[in-house]
């Protein structure tokens, strides 16, 4: 059987395959390895699963990488379940695996790959990370068709590759733009520490002196999504990282914010094409 590149991965591959020019793994890390600096060949996604993994990127000469225009990662960082990182290819870094370990998939894309992006999609000039949001909903849509072996899984899996790669982009050129403004940060704040709560477009808008409406408008030309729809994306998030537990499905769902196990199990189907048992056992 034909195996992905010798260095492809320091960890252990448990499921691979190869799709047109993509070669995606899950790939699993042990607690509290430390990985030497090294570089891939080609470009890559990586959504991070289980776990957490802390980065550390940097030139031949120990000069550190920064992204900087307010790019959401530095030279360092730490990134826990429902990250997505892009690495452009022959980049130096190294790694730190948690003490919880990390289980990763990995999307490694050659050349030729990108270069017909290009006709579709922006392509990321530069490495950049993501936490939350849309992105890391594609990303977990991705890891759920690479679980399928039919034909049909092979043309989702280019396809939302192209997505995440367009997303990627995207979301890069909004921070290079003018930032959103200090009551919109602090209105998405509060969305992130209270997403568990019940919320209301009125009550949110109140404590950052805004009109509702204002609010609306401006959160969805911003983020790309209403209020509400970035509340389910927190909460189908937060579920999945718990979902790698043993916390049952009631617990989880009530600690997320859905109503009820019926509501939780239904929308993060919808949202991931699994189930909360069938996502489980994926990751088991």
Known sequence: MVQPPGNFTHGTIRRWRRVGGLVLAEVEYEPGRRIPPHVHPHARFVLVLKGALTEIRGDETGTPFGEG???????RGTYSASAVLFRRGGEPHACVVSKSGALCLIVDMDPAWIDHAREHAPVLGRSAAFRGGFIAHLAHRLHGEFGLRDEVSRLAIESIALGVLAEA?????????RPAPAWLCHARSLVERHFAEPLSLASIAAQVGVHPVHLARSFRRAYRTTCAGYVRQLR????????????SLSTIAIAAGFCDQSHFTRLFKQYTGLTPTEYRLALR
């Open 69 to 75: 225009h307010g790019c959401p990662e530095q030279s």
């Open 169 to 177: 982009s995207r979301r890069v050129s909004r921070i290079t733009e």
């Open 236 to 247: 189908i998030e937060f579920a999945r990282r718990e979902l790698a537990g043993s916390a």
